[in-house]
T-cell receptor, first 113, second 112 residues
């Protein structure tokens, strides 16, 4: 069964460093998303992406964040200068034409020290 | 915006039924989801229900929707130890069907 994959599973970085989290969505999906979950808190929407542009973003997704689909398979989330409060589990998701079902990857745990 | 609330913890004995409850605020939500997260794993879509339905059954899972009270429940019949996980209720947010708002998640503990 097709699935969303994410790499790395765990990333440790120092405050102020740039990180890129990578996702490979399900191959025929058209809509892509990033969510995050700070430990003990709700899963929060960050951004959605369709047709090579951001379709919606939350207040969390400020100018320190960016997304890109550099080729036909990868979807990346970049944090330019990480802060301690960026430590969280980051989930990538994708959905097909019907949009109703969003399929999630296993997540990347980002630890900022 | 949309807000989704659910209780934090539920403990049941193996073989019993589990009922996980959720409330949401946005009555315009056209559908609602249940996701399952096992330890160390991602969010697995279990089922979803359209707002024009009252009930949806899928094997051991029954979803009940009370649109008037904005109340959603997930019933797991004959709960097994493998059902131990965190269950998230989720709804599309206001202003965009693509954005999904999640509840805090209910941790289901199944006692053998």
């Amino acid at each position: 069964e097709p699935e969303v994959t994410q790499t790395p599973s765990h990333q440790v970085t120092q405050m102020g460093q740039e990180v890129i989290l990578r996702c490979v969505p399900i191959s025929n999906h058209l809509y892509f998303y990033w969510y995050r979950q700070i430990l003990g808190q709700k899963v929060e929407f960050l951004v959605s992406f369709y047709n090579n542009e951001i379709s919606e973003k939350s207040e969390i997704f400020d100018d320190q964040f960016s997304v890109e689909r550099p080729d036909g398979s990868n979807f990346t989330l970049k944090i330019r200068s990480t802060k301690l409060e960026d430590s969280a589990m980051y989930f990538c998701a994708s959905s097909g034409q019907g949009v109703y079902e969003q399929y999630f990857g296993p997540g990347t745990r980002l630890t900022v020290t | 915006g949309e807000d989704v609330e659910q209780s934090l913890f539920l403990s049941v004995r193996e073989g019993d039924s589990s009922v996980i409850n959720c409330t949401y605020t946005d009555s315009s939500s056209t559908y609602l989801y249940w996701y399952k997260q096992e330890p160390g794993a991602g969010l697995q879509l279990l089922t979803y229900i359209f707002s024009n339905m009252d009930m949806k059954q899928d094997q051991r899972l029954t979803v009940l929707l009370n649109k008037k009270d904005k109340h959603l429940s997930l019933r797991i019949a004959d709960t097994q130890t493998g059902d131990s996980a965190i269950y998230f209720c989720a709804a599309p947010g206001r202003g965009g069907y693509q954005k999904v708002t999640f509840g805090i998640g209910t941790k289901l503990q199944v006692i053998p």
